[in-house]
């Protein structure tokens, strides 16, 4: 049996990841693919425990940067060897809510970590399986706070300890995704998520297209492009 596809998507907070892994499931579907969802931290009952540590602690102590990053590490151990790459083998596709680029942006870029010691960490804690595309959906900081707040509004969600970090801290933390996307072009693609959903949609269906299924389709044109600050600049 062929091996699945491992798909990850990343970005900043209030990007729309969880809705658009949950389109191109659908997608896949109809495709005739057998694919699974899953997200990080999270994907296991242990990796879940995990992430309400993270996220809220119930004992009203955060964890320190340190203890952070370790729970994340722990909770993506768990994720690829009792999940991922079982499913993998399997010839499931799998699409993933963050994976090991969110470390190194979030505890990299934003905390400050030493980026190589992040990335052998990671590769440690995810037993040296890379995603065969990263899906960027690229917010700037400013969108991204308007559609948390819109969300919290609305009782979709309820605010985080990661999601009320400073605006410095949002800045570079999208950089840093920027950055990482230039260094691997070949494995990310970055989409510009502040658009309508449905373009968004179309778009990320004309990557796995090309990418997966070998179809002459063109990807759709971005008739607004996204203005990035360019992250590499002096």
Same mark, same amino acid.
């Given at each position: 049996?062929?091996?699945?596809?491992?798909?990850? $998507?990343?970005?900043? +907070?209030?990007?729309?990841?969880?809705?658009?892994?949950?389109?191109?499931?659908? $997608?896949? *579907?109809?495709?005739?693919? #057998?694919?699974?969802?899953?997200? +990080?931290?999270?994907?296991?009952?242990?990796?879940?425990?995990?992430r309400a540590l993270i996220q809220h602690s119930a004992e009203g102590t955060a964890p320190v940067d340190r203890a952070e990053l370790l729970l994340f590490l722990a909770s993506r151990a768990q994720h690829v060897q009792e999940l991922i790459q079982p499913?993998?083998?399997?010839?499931?596709?799998? @699409? !993933? #809510?963050? $994976? !090991?680029?969110?470390?190194?942006?979030?505890?990299?870029? *934003?905390r400050g970590f030493d980026?190589?010691?992040?990335?052998?960490?990671?590769?440690?804690?995810?037993?040296? @399986?890379?995603? #065969?595309?990263?899906? @960027?959906?690229?917010?700037?900081?400013?969108?991204?706070?308007?559609?948390? /707040?819109?969300?919290?509004?609305?009782?979709v969600s309820a605010p985080d300890r990661i999601? /009320?970090?400073s605006h410095d801290f949002h800045v570079r933390l999208r950089n840093g995704f920027l950055t990482l996307a230039q260094q691997e072009k070949a494995r990310f693609q970055v989409v510009n998520a502040e658009r309508e959903q449905s373009l968004v949609e179309r778009?990320? !269906? +004309?990557?796995?297209?090309?990418? $997966?299924?070998?179809?002459?389709?063109?990807?759709?044109?971005?008739?607004q492009p996204l203005q990035l600050p360019n992250p590499y600049a002096n």
């Open positions: 049996m062929a091996t699945g596809k491992f798909i990850t $998507f990343e970005g900043p +907070e209030g990007g729309g990841k969880s809705t658009h892994i949950q389109k191109l499931a659908i $997608f896949l *579907g109809s495709q005739g693919i #057998d694919v699974i969802t899953t997200r +990080e931290p999270g994907g296991t009952a242990l990796g879940e425990k995990i499913m993998l083998r399997a010839g499931r596709w799998v @699409l !993933c #809510d963050r $994976f !090991c680029d969110s470390t190194l942006a979030y505890q990299g870029f *934003g980026i190589q010691q992040l990335q052998l960490l990671n590769d440690f804690a995810a037993n040296h @399986l890379v995603p #065969d595309l990263t899906l @960027l959906l690229d917010i700037s900081p400013a969108t991204s706070r308007q559609r948390l /707040a819109r969300r919290h509004r609305e009782g999601e /009320a970090e778009e990320i !269906c +004309e990557i796995i297209k090309q990418r $997966f299924f070998s179809l002459s389709s063109s990807p759709t044109p971005n008739p």
